[in-house]
């Protein structure tokens, strides 16, 4: 059977504190409710390729699972147009799943920067990206090959 791994978007895969910075803006200036800042946030190093290999990989099965704004319904949008813009649309159609109950998904892994929305109470198991045990993707595609 395949595993399913949960992959979430801000700070796993999209780089929502660089883009901050860049504005010259803080966490604190209600950043995510800038117009089209969602679809316009570069990617996290490494993200492309490894979630590219994970999607390829025939032992999973890839989902993004994202917490959009509640209050900025354009980013609901923009991160589904972010989905297809930066993998092959075919790949990933109908993969995304926008959510703030993570824990109500069932699988295998899932890996997001946050105990947030669920993340930390998720019945799989959290790969916390970011932390001392998954500092990056290389740290995560190593453990998942072993998984
Ligand atoms: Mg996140």
Redo the contacts with the bound molecule.
Sequence with gaps: MKQIVYI?????IAD?DRSIRELGLSEYDSADIIPGLFASLHPIEGAIESVNQLLADPKFEVYFL??APWDNPEAWMHKRLWISNHFNSKKVRKRLILSHQKQLMIGDYLI???A?NG?SEFLGQWIH?GSTSFPDWGSVMTYLKQS
């Design positions: 979430d978007m801000d700070g796993v929502f994202s917490a997001d920067d946050r947030k993340a990206f």
